[in-house]
């Protein structure tokens, strides 16, 4: 298990931009897959980027244009960076990882969840 902390939620006007990220202990962070799944009260989690440890990424349609995953493998952390945000992005957002990720199929860790709340 890989211990992954999520920072950089918050409060922003709709049309702002924030950046979250998920700061991963161990060895293995370059060879895993980074995700990032949200989930609104009474919503299932949904996926909404992935990134394979090549960096190849995929985005959920919702966010396409407008969220960009990236990881640094030096500093062993994973970053989603959120613009033109939507009422409709008000989640709480976790950081995932894991040998493949996909919506059907999380990774096997899981960061505690960082809250981002859009406003109207």
């Known amino acids: 298990q890989v211990q992954l902390v999520e920072s950089g939620g918050g409060l922003v006007q709709t049309g702002g931009s924030l950046r979250l990220s998920c700061a991963a202990s161990?060895?293995?962070?370059?060879?895993?897959?980074m995700g990032w799944y949200r989930q609104a009260p009474g919503k299932q989690r949904e996926l909404v980027a992935a990134i394979t440890s090549g960096g190849m990424s995929n985005y959920a349609d919702s966010v396409k244009g407008r969220f960009t995953i990236s990881r640094d493998n030096a500093k062993n952390t994973a970053y989603l960076q959120m613009n033109s945000l939507k009422p409709e992005d008000t989640a709480v957002y976790y950081c995932?990882?894991?040998?493949?990720?996909?919506?059907?199929?999380?990774?096997?860790?899981w960061g505690q969840g960082t809250q981002v709340t859009v406003s109207s």
């Open positions: 161990g060895s293995i962070f370059r060879l895993l897959a």
């Open positions: 995932n990882a894991g040998g493949i990720i996909s919506a059907s199929a999380p990774g096997r860790s």
